[in-house]
């Protein structure tokens, strides 16, 4: 059935409760009712959700470390349900919306259907056995047996995975991969089980798609339907905020009936990204008449009316938005629990909430991972995020001359755009992640990678259901070689895994870096207690190592990568420090993740680079500990998502270092107005003493950059870079402010300094913190400093601050909102500046006073 999210006579009942799932020998079991002689341990389950997900239920699943691989054995699920009955003109469908992976359903005795591919939607007619309480029973197949089966190997072996003949089998690679990913593949009804009966009218396929035209736009409808009783459809209509469309009737045989047309609106406000506008969304509902005067309301779901382009010209990779270019700027999302693979509405209102608050405008689902819950893309188009979405196929070499692995992928592939047809956020298909690269490393030539479902099965399908929408047929690729980045979409690690200076972020000439920035990401110190516990310490510890992402085969993970940079940027030997000084270097680490993205993200960002997109690996955590993400797996923010939000947001000042040029100051505005503002420049000695300064009015149009030299604006020489280095430097701290010229408000700030010199100091730099209640519950923390304040951070437990680790001019003064996690208790604790001797307690104002009734701040 197309994806029509409600219909008025439909009545859908979910199967969540009441299920029981155990484990027994691959084979040992071959039909439900041999479970009831066989001696297994039935523990409760949750459904939607899987085996890992039970398991630690009962407190029986070690993440890192299960006692048995997880989909060694085979699990039956069951559970007792009650079926409605079935009237003249109804019928009653089992609904299955993904099972993984190899998969038998059983209703009593009755064998109902088979599948091998975790991402399949599966229907089942079970109006024949309506009425009265069934044992619904669910097997899911050993997939370590299966593997064990001969079958023909690859060409290439990848790293990626503990098992080359996954190739074979339609499931994710979470839980494959041990270098980065917990051995918890996911076994069960991963998504949800219900029972949906169905009255007057079927819908069996649906297409809805809406499109601007000059200032207005048109949407299209076309509905093939089966009316279920003796009354067929009459007449039909289209509705769209109140503006109405008639559409045509006609019987197609079968008992089935078309109903098509379309309605046009002379005025509609475009969908855009966050960054560049609002995301305006219309809600489509159809109202079919019958022959019998019942009339069936249909909710279509919402669409957006945009344009969207890419451009390869050059061997660029750029998108547009309703004709305007756009820089794609965000992350590579993760699921928000590794183990169920959900999530609460909450979890995922909070974490889209905190990427849109990053200026993200957009998020990639990557080919190892898996398609997502239906709240993460309706979710991404409420906030004007763009999708990137790969095909889960990653790395391995997929028989794509199989015909019915040919067949299932395509399956999966149609399925997964009916389900997103009418979504504005989905910006770009890709065939999968790392193929071709992978291919191409082992040495094969270039098109090895390709073939039949990357250059037929997969543009096929997203020709047919997303025409609006741009395919790509490998990330990366598009280069000489897969991986080169001055072409086409790149993973770049330049600045990263291979230990590249950061001026090489320009230098590889950058196009699109759909995956870059990967960093072993320290955590706040709550999050790396809750890692330990018992006073432990970080470092070399197993428990906080086994969380430390690395690349299978080589003698380094990316906590090393992180170490390189420390030592480049603060100029100390890490090793040394992690010695002497344990919470130092965590603190330095935590501040090299946050300055090297947002140094290489403005520097793509400012006018003249050659890159339009970047996306850092990853958004989130798979667990707690020093992992890829940006956010922690219990969603806190880290120290490098600070850097990134402020590196991203839609109007951007920052510098940069141009040699015997200077310093240069580059002003980005992606808002949909001409920014009138003074740009002020000052230079400091000994990070309070002022040297110099200046200040000048500039223009920059809407949606566009612009570039300014710290020289030509102080109007005489002074060594902005000290690279002609005639004697000591005259300076050592350069402060930019961009002002709006109306409202006198600071829209942002850039500094430049020698990150090593600075953090060395380590002085009384005069900062003080005052707090303040608002009636949100939310907090105002006003800060103040005499000197300048390097990564000033925030330890208040159980309060999120809405920006950290930012740096404070001399004299200057920040104000940050902090808004309590849910249980918060009382609002208590301390800022520090890197720079600076001793973290300082945060003062409450006097109209402020605990409760200690209650516990909370009053």
């Not at 999968?432 to 997969?458: C, D, H, I, K, T």
């Not at 409202?743 to 942002?748: D, I, N, P, R, T």
């Amino acid at each position: 059935m197309a994806r029509i999210r409600t219909i008025s006579t439909h009545l859908t009942t979910p199967l969540s409760t009441g299920w029981r799932v155990a484990a027994v020998e691959p084979g040992a079991v071959a039909h439900p009712s041999q479970l009831e002689g066989h001696e297994a341990r039935w523990l409760p389950a949750p459904v939607p959700g899987t085996v890992a997900a039970a398991l630690r239920d009962a407190g029986r699943l070690d993440v890192e470390r299960p006692a048995r691989p997880l989909d060694a054995p085979d699990w039956w699920y069951r559970a007792e349900v009650e079926l409605p009955p079935a009237e003249p003109g109804e019928a009653v469908l089992l609904r299955l919306e993904g099972l993984a992976t190899l998969a038998e359903v059983w209703l009593d005795d009755v064998l109902l259907l088979r599948s091998d591919n975790m991402f399949h939607v599966h229907e089942v007619d079970v109006t024949a056995h309506a009425r009265g309480t069934h044992r619904l029973a669910l097997r899911f197949r050993s997939v370590v047996a299966a593997l064990r089966e001969r079958r023909p190997r690859g060409r290439w072996r990848t790293r990626l995975v503990d098992q080359q003949q996954l190739r074979w089998i339609r499931t994710t690679l979470l839980g494959h991969m041990p270098g980065w990913c917990p051995p918890v593949p996911p076994v069960g009804p991963w998504r949800a089980v219900s029972v949906e009966r169905r009255r007057s009218l079927s819908v069996k396929g649906a297409a809805v798609h809406a499109a601007p035209e000059g200032e207005g736009g048109v949407v299209h409808v076309a509905l093939h339907v089966r009316a279920l009783g003796a009354a067929v459809p009459r007449e039909a209509a289209v509705v769209v905020e109140g503006h109405q469309g008639v559409l045509d009737c006609a019987p197609a045989g079968d008992g089935t009936w078309r109903i098509e047309g379309e309605l046009r609106l002379d005025a509609v406000e475009r969908w855009w990204p966050h960054t560049h506008g609002a995301p305006r969304l219309y809600g489509v509902r159809l109202a079919v008449t019958l022959t019998d005067g019942t009339v069936v309301a249909l909710d279509a779901g919402r669409v957006g009316f945009r344009e969207l382009a890419l451009s390869t010209e050059g061997g660029g990779f750029a998108l547009s938005v309703n004709g305007v270019p756009i820089f794609c700027r965000g992350a590579c999302w993760t699921p928000l629990d590794v183990v169920s693979l959900g999530g609460s509405d909450a979890e995922f209102s909070d974490a889209l909430d905190l990427a849109r608050d990053a200026g993200m405008n957009m998020l990639r689902v990557s080919g190892p991972m898996v398609y997502e819950d239906d709240r993460f893309y309706e979710g991404c188009a409420e906030r004007g995020i763009l999708v990137w979405q790969d095909f889960m196929l990653a790395s391995l070499d997929y028989p794509a001359e199989d015909d019915s692995f040919a067949a299932s992928v395509e399956r999966e592939a149609e399925q997964l755009l009916d389900r997103l047809q009418v979504n504005p956020s989905i910006a770009v298909l890709c065939g999968g992640s790392e193929v071709e690269q992978q291919a191409a490393m082992m040495g094969l030539p270039p098109e090895a990678g390709a073939g039949r479902l990357f250059e037929q099965v997969l543009p096929t399908a997203s020709t047919l259901w997303r025409p609006d929408v741009p395919y790509w047929r490998a990330s990366p690729g598009g280069g000489a070689l897969p991986f080169h980045p001055n072409a086409g979409v790149s993973h770049y690690y330049g600045v990263g895994a291979y230990l590249r200076p950061l001026e090489d972020a320009r230098r590889s000439q950058v196009r699109f870096t759909s995956e870059c920035l990967a960093f072993s990401n320290v955590p706040e110190e709550r999050t790396v207690e809750r890692v330990l516990g018992d006073g432990e310490s970080p470092g070399h510890h197993p428990k906080w190592k086994a969380r430390v992402p690395r690349d299978t085969g080589p003698g380094w993970d990316f906590e090393d990568v992180r170490d390189h940079y420390l030592a480049q940027l603060f100029g100390v030997d890490p090793v040394r420090l992690r010695y002497a000084d344990t919470p130092r270097y965590l603190a330095l680490g935590r501040a090299t993740s946050a300055e090297v993205m947002a140094a290489t993200l403005a520097e793509w960002r400012r006018a003249g680079s050659t890159c339009r997109g970047a996306l850092v690996w990853l958004y989130r955590d798979l667990l707690p500990g020093a992992g890829w993400g940006l956010v922690d797996a219990t969603g806190l923010p880290k120290a490098a998502y600070y850097g990134v939000k402020r590196a991203l947001q839609r109007v951007l000042l920052a510098f940069s270092d141009e040699g015997l040029n200077g310093l240069e100051l580059h002003a980005v505005n992606d808002t949909a107005s001409a920014l009138e503002a003074q740009v002020e420049l000052a230079l400091y000695r000994d990070g309070e003493m002022p040297v110099t300064s200046a200040r000048t009015s500039i223009a920059v149009p809407e949606r566009s950059a612009m570039r300014l030299s710290a020289d030509a604006l102080l109007g005489r020489f002074v060594d902005t870079a000290y690279a002609y280095r005639f004697g000591p430097p005259g300076h050592d701290l350069a402060v930019a402010t961009l002002v709006d010229q109306a409202s006198g408000k600071e829209l942002g700030t850039a500094f430049h300094f020698s990150h090593a010199d600075v953090a060395a100091q380590g002085s009384d730099v005069g900062l003080e913190a005052l707090a303040h209640r608002r009636e949100d519950g939310c907090w105002e923390v006003r800060l103040r400093t005499k000197r300048f304040a390097l990564s000033v951070s925030f330890d208040v437990p159980d309060h999120v601050p809405e920006d950290s680790y930012f740096h404070v001019a001399p004299g200057g003064e920040r104000t940050v909102v902090m808004r309590p996690r849910p249980l918060a208790r009382s609002f208590r604790g301390f800022v520090q500046a890197l720079n600076a001797t001793a973290p300082v307690r945060i003062e409450l104002a006097e109209a402020s006073v605990v409760n200690s009734e209650k516990g909370v701040a009053r």
